[in-house]
């Protein structure tokens, strides 16, 4: 035997796989609160859930993984022991459609349906980018018309003013994938010999927001440098568009800035107290107020898309979704065309719109930045069609749920910490489990009033029975002061002899503690404790959290919590 000693064995390392969270406490009912509330937005517009699996077949997936040059990178992928290739569903809209088409003679077209659930993607993670994330989808397969894409419209701004998001705050962009292809037909850009060059002139103009008109006609032409000057920073190689092609697209991009401005009484669907206020006058005399017209702004487009068909089409497509919102009451303060908005390049054939946040919060180099995009979506019409070898025309959109809740918790409409942390029973006797235990049976059952039907008619008040080392009382209160326990119920020998308990207000007791210097009055006083009979104790509960319900509320209109 060698006289070494042999090495013990490694302890197994615990680490979080990259781009896959934990989730806390907080964070799931920040969630579920926020998920509850646009489900009844869903719910009202007529729309049923239904779920389907992670994994579907890899050819179900298919080549329209949004956005990626090699359209198959990206996924999640395995073999079955049958060698088929099974895959990690990186979208909730492949699966919908896998599902539509397997089950097409039980659905009730057309199909109104949200779902919620998490995908995945294969790809280099980083901050604030995972592999794994939420979203929450709604779609309708089966309706043709354009109203359904104004109605997705309508609903996603009354999800945002659900959530609390004022008006004014958020905007739902719209555009149609037409348009876009009628710029590129004007532009001579047709035909799938220069798809490779219209991806790139489409990203540049994707780009309106981030780097201004000026910034998107250098994509255009041979390239931009990040820094601003030659050989400062990192260069984008650009489209290559010569000049008059460059032109027809600043055309393009510009119509929203110059005709999209109308007078009240120039725009028959004009919604009195919904539309974007112009910020000048255009130089009337006497002044006038000016109004962002989305049917003005495509009349406008007329000039550098109407001649085009692709372009044609979708200019009458878009002035039929917007003779609707405005109809329904939705004005362009809230549903607005706008020309940037590219979404989908392999994946939408219509009208693609797009939920933005208007306010501004500070990114990680501590600069103002305005929050953004929180999901968005469009008309799908080929996705279903490729299992049926028939039309199935599809619209929907899809929100980022970690990216709304982290919006919502910057407005603080959302917060995600427990209405109320736990009653705790505390253990004084070892030898008395079973009577603890019955006590916190007792309370869970008076504090938790249910219905015939067993279910819940108020609020959850939770109740745990301490489960740690009871030998040591004073850790007890501390864990119950780090959980957030309103009350503490304790019942030595001696309370159990005289058929009485001790509830403890903790709440109060450390509003009195905080007044208290000498050690000696702090142990007099007995902070917030209440001696009561046995036969009294969920009376006495029921009396201090309504007094700290009623406290609270009194503190948060004074400003003080």
Known sequence: ????????????????????????????????????????????????????????????????????????????????????????????????????????????????TYRAGWVF???????????????FDADIVGAPGVQADAEMCMMMADTMEALGIKRGDYVIRVNNRKVLDGVMEAIGLGGQENAAKRLTVLRAIDKLDKFGIEGVKLLLGEGRWDGGKVDEGDFTPGAGLVDGQVGIVEAYLITQQGSGWARQEDDPYHVPGDELVSSHNFSTSPPQQFYYSNM??????????GKTESGKKALEELEAMFKLTATAGYGSRRVRFDPSVVRGLEYY??????????????NEKGQKVQFGSVGGGGRYDGLVSR???????????????????????????????????PILITIMDRDRIGDYAKMAQELRTALNPVDDNN??????????????????FPKQLRYADRRGSPIAIIQGGNEKEAGQV?????????????????????????????????????ITVKRILAEQASDAALNTANGQG
Do not use: C
């Open 296 to 305: 003005n702004t495509i009349v406008g487009l007329e000039a550098t898309v």
């Open 349 to 362: 054939t219509g009208p693609v719109y797009e939920a933005e946040l208007l306010f501004d919060v500070t």
């Open 387 to 421: 299992f049926m070898g028939q039309p199935v025309p599809a619209t929907g959109f899809s929100i980022g749920v970690s990216r709304l809740m982290t919006a919502l918790k910057n407005l603080g409409k959302i917060s995600g910490e427990a209405a109320t942390g």
């Open 121 to 135: 993607r294969n790809e280099k993670p980083g901050p604030g980018r995972f592999r794994q994330f939420m979203q």
């Open 1 to 112: 035997m060698s006289d070494k000693k042999q090495k013990k064995p490694q302890k197994l390392k615990a680490r979080l796989a990259r781009g896959f969270p934990d989730r806390s406490p907080g964070d799931i009912r920040a969630t579920d609160q926020m998920m509850a509330r646009i489900k009844l937005v869903y719910e009202r517009f007529g729309f049923e859930p239904v779920e389907t699996p992670f994994v579907e077949y890899t050819d179900a997936l298919g080549k329209f993984l949004p956005d990626q040059d090699r359209p198959n990178e990206g996924v999640f992928s395995f073999q079955d022991d049958d060698e088929q290739w099974l895959s990690l569903r990186y979208d909730l809209t492949a699966p919908l459609a896998r599902h539509v088409a397997e089950n097409f003679n039980d659905i009730q077209l057309p199909y109104r």
């Open 502 to 538: 001790i509830v403890k207000d903790l709440i109060e007791g450390k509003r009195i503690a905080e007044t208290i210097t000498d050690n000696a009055e702090w142990r007099e006083a007995k902070a917030g404790e209440h001696l009561v009979d046995e036969g009294d104790l969920v």
């Open 455 to 472: 279910q819940p008619l108020g609020p959850t008040i939770p109740v745990e029975l301490f489960q740690g080392n009871p030998k040591d």
